[in-house]
Structures are given as structure tokens and as C-alpha cells.
């Protein structure tokens, strides 16, 4: 069984911290994939990977960073937390195209 | 981009009913739609999906159907338990990059009461 792991569970951070929110996932898939959901927008593509050292923006990249040094592992960085930035943050994996996602248990983030 | 509209954003069902979840999609490139079924607290996880040169794909009480003419699919759950409650999402798939990355819905809240 696939598992895609984050790092924490909740985190709370003040305004103005950096940020760094992990996920691993254990069976060598290529795609990777950072998620905000908040309620009423459903789910919001920050950043993708389809490679290490890859990274693309989503459709919400500002505020957010990321990193893929290798290829189980994706960070996602907050460069300078906003309360805006409260939210439930998933990460996702993929072997490849037609093939849907496995998420993590996300990690809910509230900045003060 | 691709822009996926999902309705009903609630739906309310007594045990043993049917409910259908519909979603349209903007791209007519996209060309694989998996729905995903998130119970309260945890994680998404993918239920179905199907390809764009499937027309119907069934799984036990689940079944997707897709309509590319009209760019338009559908989730039918028959028999629904109080277990099937929670929200559901659709997406649609076209091409970014290198990748067939999906858009999703807004997310369907289904209750089913006893």
C-alpha cells in the first residue's frame, strides 16, 4: 500500500516565520504534488514536481516555495507565514499520468 | 486552465436512495476524471475514474459516466449507506507541461441519513 507521510499533523507559527512543511512517500513515484484546501474552494494546486530537482507552479504559487531533492521526498517552504496562509495543506503522489493520487493526512496550519 | 464546475455542493439522501454528483469541464483536452471520496478528518482517496475513451465504468454500488460531447460527468452511487457520507470530489485532466495534471470541483457534501 502506498504512503505518502507529512511530517506534522498541526502546526501553529507565527506571522512572519519561515515554514517548512514535509512529505515522503515510499513507492518511487514520480509526480508529486502540494495542495491547499479550505472550505467552500476545494482543492488548490500550489506547487508539482514530476522529477527531482523539478518543480512547477500551480495555479496558487505566491507566498510558497518548494524543494525536490530526492525523489520520496517534497517540501513545501512558506517563506514568510501570513494569516492568510492558514489552511489545511495535502500532499500528493502519483506514478504518472492517468493515475490518480494518493494524498497524506494533511497538516493543518494556523498562522498567528 | 481548465475550470471544473461540481453540483450539488450538499446533497441529502435517506439510506437505500441513489445520489449522482455531476461535474462539467471547460478543456476539451482533458481526457481522465477520477473522483475522490474524503470523509470528515482524513485523507482524500481516490474511489473511481475513468478515461475519455471509456463512456460508463462501474465498481460494485459506485459508477462514473462521462459524456465528452457535452464535457460532462457523472458520480451515481445506488444503495447508500451512512458509511458512503462525506465529501466528494471530481476532476478533470488535461495537459501542463509534461504532465496530466487534474482540476479539481468544489467537493460535494453527501449525507445519507438512516
Known amino acids: 500500500d502506498v504512503k505518502v507521510t507529512q511530517s506534522s499533523r498541526y502546526l501553529v507559527k507565527r506571522t512572519g516565520e519561515k515554514v517548512f512543511l514535509e512529505c515522503v512517500q515510499d513507492m518511487d513515484h514520480e509526480n508529486m504534488f502540494w495542495y491547499r484546501q479550505d472550505p467552500g474552494l476545494g482543492l488548490r494546486l500550489i506547487y508539482f514536481s514530476y522529477d527531482v530537482k523539478m518543480k512547477e507552479k500551480g495555479d496558487i504559487p505566491e507566498g510558497y516555495s518548494v524543494s525536490r531533492e530526492k525523489k520520496e521526498r517534497f517540501s513545501l517552504i512558506l517563506e514568510s507565514a501570513s494569516t492568510n496562509q492558514t489552511s489545511m495543506y495535502l500532499c500528493?503522489?502519483?506514478?504518472?499520468?492517468?493515475?490518480?493520487?494518493?494524498f497524506g493526512s494533511g497538516t493543518r496550519l494556523t498562522v498567528v | 486552465g481548465e475550470n471544473v464546475e461540481q453540483h450539488p455542493s450538499t446533497l441529502s439522501v435517506q439510506e437505500g436512495d441513489s445520489a449522482v454528483i455531476k461535474c462539467t469541464y471547460s478543456?476539451?483536452?482533458?481526457?481522465?476524471f477520477p473522483w475522490y471520496k474524503q470523509e470528515l478528518g482524513k485523507r482524500p482517496q481516490l474511489i473511481i475514474d475513468?478515461?475519455?475513451?471509456?463512456g460508463e465504468k462501474k465498481d460494485q454500488r459506485i459508477a462514473v459516466t462521462l459524456n465528452k460531447t457535452a464535457k460532462h460527468f457523472s458520480l451515481h452511487i445506488t444503495e447508500t449507506q451512512p458509511e458512503d457520507s462525506a465529501v466528494y470530489f471530481c476532476?478533470?485532466?488535461?495537459?501542463?507541461?509534461?504532465?496530466?495534471?487534474?482540476?479539481f470541483g468544489r467537493g460535494t457534501s453527501l449525507i445519507v441519513h438512516p
Open positions: 478543456d476539451s483536452a482533458s481526457n481522465y
Open positions: 475513468i478515461r475519455s475513451n471509456v
Open positions: 500528493a503522489s502519483s506514478p504518472g499520468d492517468y493515475y490518480g493520487y494518493t
Open positions: 476532476a478533470a485532466s488535461p495537459r501542463s507541461g509534461g504532465s496530466y495534471i487534474p482540476t
